[in-house]
């Protein structure tokens, strides 16, 4: 059996910028074949995003954990306005629903579902913090941020 497989790696619009797209473009591809969707996530991130690593350290235990495949942790920071809060930003990856426990490697003194540029959401309910974790479900790709106190 012969698969074809097609990409469109350009989209060159002119208008509102007639500059748009041009120039010189590198791009990677990977290719995965039988890959279920989880493995399909992890390659991509691998390709994009490949871990950095430093010689000569001891182990590092993780700020945060989540124990559901289908859950990715995309960042792990500080917080804009210099709190201190630490900021987890995570999505459902693979078009299901998704219940997960996130873990964080941090007492976590309290925590809020915020937008974006990290505002508390007026009418969403925050998840009930169980010692330093958080259950969760999330609906197919939603993209959650978590704002944590620190205790």
Same mark, same amino acid.
């Given at each position: ?13 002119? !208008?509102? /910028? ?8 590198? $791009? ?9 969707? %989880? /493995? ?19 182990? @590092? ?5 989540? /124990?559901?495949?289908? *859950? *990715? ?6 917080? #804009?306005?210099?709190?201190? #809060? *630490?900021? *987890? ?9 998704a219940k997960a426990t996130l873990t964080t490697g941090f007492t976590a003194g309290s925590v809020a579902v915020t937008d974006l540029l990290e505002r508390p959401l /007026? ?7 169980? %010692? #330093?974790? @958080? ?5 197919? $790709?939603?993209? @959650?941020?978590?704002? !944590?106190?620190?205790?």
């Open positions: 059996t012969t698969t074809t497989v097609r990409v469109s790696l350009l989209r060159a619009p002119r !208008f509102p /910028d007639p500059e748009t797209d041009q120039g010189v473009h590198r $791009f990677r591809h990977a290719l995965v074949p039988g890959a279920a969707i %989880g /493995d399909a996530v992890r390659e991509g991130y691998r390709v994009n995003l490949p871990e950095r690593t430093v010689t000569g350290g001891g182990e @590092v235990a993780p700020l945060v954990t989540v /124990d559901d495949d289908a *859950v *990715v942790v995309t960042a792990v920071k500080l917080a #804009d306005d210099g709190s201190g #809060d *630490v900021v *987890v930003r995570f999505h459902e990856a693979h078009g299901g629903r /007026d009418g969403v309910r925050a998840p009930e913090l169980a %010692g #330093d974790a @958080v259950s969760l479900t999330l609906r197919p $790709f939603e993209l @959650v941020t978590l704002r !944590f106190t620190r205790r």
